[in-house]
């Protein structure tokens, strides 16, 4: 986020990092709030709602203890991953950094995006770059086997968010690229969601779009291999991501496996039996921020669930004078709770549990967020606490 900040000294290393670096103020940035400019220039300020100061080198120590001593199911989640990687062909540095999450002594650097089209925004892949720096630089830092994880946020059901690609064509003018809008299927997750053959005449307008160069043809025929009628979009996005830098190590994740439901069975039973907690919690986190001269991210709905249900669509869980409401359905607590038990791939998380989520699988110690991610983030530290989740640090 900022190169010159405080934060930009985590990735200093005089003896392999290149003298010259470009410095970038984000003070300057339009849109940028006070609460990200503060962690990256003042985090003292912030330090209440976060688990510790990423610039600081017992934080990362204690961090990487809470992590290692956290219960997991890690040669599950391993095998998951290892499942996922198969199915896209991943490069052989991504299976075998994969393997390291059964290590109990492993750690992971983790970030996400939703699985925007062709790779998505540009900050999807600084933010992957960065958690592989990050791995690098814990590795060496600390002793301890480090992997870059990305979190494709594949359940969001926001169509709009992934269907478009902006790219500079060859006048150095922007152009906007886009799939037709889904009908129908609104709250559907997008990461399943199969290709059509729209994608084809999309492809060949970034062919027609892009600068030509010496690497057009290549980039653009590994696009269509992965952009193909048939595939899903956060396969497609895995695909690409992994082409691009699976070699290096990058293990990716599609948040939509059902398999790994039943790894995190117990956190959708904990919001069943403690409902509206979970938003209690960071709406409270969020007034506090406020009373600071900060501004609050997400605002939780008194009578809502930190989780969906998952019919085809993802339905909010509302809660009605003692009962569960879901659509105009009612449900006995007793019986919805006994489906997350059973049936966990029937729920989904929403963004306040997502991180909960994420790091009861993966032993995450610290998350690559962007500005707007740091401000939700900065309302979970009593959710974390309310799960018996370590809180991992947070890098701008």
Not at 25 to 46: K, S
Not at 247 to 273: M, T
Not at 305 to 325: T, Y
Request: with cysteine; hydrophobic share 40%.
């Amino acid at each position: 986020m900022a190169s010159n900040s405080p934060d930009s000294r985590l990735l200093a290393n005089p003896q392999s990092e290149p003298a010259t670096r470009l410095a970038v103020d984000v003070r300057r940035f339009p849109g940028v709030r006070r609460l990200a400019v503060d962690y990256a220039y003042d985090f003292a300020r912030v330090a209440p709602f976060f688990s510790g100061n990423p610039v600081d080198r017992q934080a990362w120590a204690e961090a990487i203890a809470r992590s290692q001593a956290h219960n997991r199911r890690r040669a599950e989640v391993a095998g998951i991953v290892a499942a996922q990687q198969r199915q896209r062909g991943a490069p052989l540095p991504a299976v075998e950094a994969a393997r390291r999450l059964t290590d109990p002594r492993t750690v992971a650097i983790v970030t996400g995006q939703q699985a925007g089209l062709f790779g998505g925004p540009l900050y999807t892949l600084l933010k992957a770059v960065t958690a592989l720096q990050l791995a690098d630089h814990v590795a060496r830092e600390h002793g301890v086997p480090t992997v870059a994880v990305f979190w494709i946020d594949a359940e969001d059901h926001d169509w709009n968010e992934v269907r478009s690609c902006t790219v500079f064509d060859d006048a150095f003018g922007t152009r906007t690229l886009s799939l037709p809008m889904r009908s129908g299927v609104d709250h559907a997750p997008v990461g399943p969601t199969p290709l059509d053959g729209s994608i084809g005449p999309v492809l060949d307008e970034l062919a027609q779009a892009l600068p030509k160069t010496e690497f057009s043809a290549s980039l653009l025929a590994q696009l269509r291999r992965e952009y193909t009628p048939g595939v899903g979009v956060a396969e497609a996005f895995g695909c690409w991501l992994e082409h691009v830098l699976g070699d290096r190590g990058l293990v990716v994740y599609d948040s939509s496996d059902r398999a790994a439901k039943q790894g995190v069975a117990d956190v959708f039973a904990r919001e069943l039996s403690t409902p509206g907690e979970t938003g209690r919690l960071a709406a409270a986190a969020g007034s506090d921020l406020i009373t600071r001269g900060y501004h609050s991210q997400v605002h939780a709905q008194e009578d809502g669930l930190a989780l969906f249900r998952l019919d085809g669509a993802r339905r909010p869980i509302r809660i009605q004078n003692g009962q569960f409401l879901v659509g105009d359905t009612r449900y006995s607590p007793d019986a919805l709770r006994r489906e997350a038990a059973t049936r966990p791939d029937g729920f989904s998380p929403n963004v306040l549990l997502r991180p909960i989520v994420q790091d009861t699988l993966f032993p995450t110690v610290c998350y690559v967020a962007g500005p707007n991610e740091l401000a939700y983030l900065g309302q979970l530290r009593g959710v974390y606490q309310h799960f018996g989740v370590p809180m991992p640090l947070m890098h701008p």
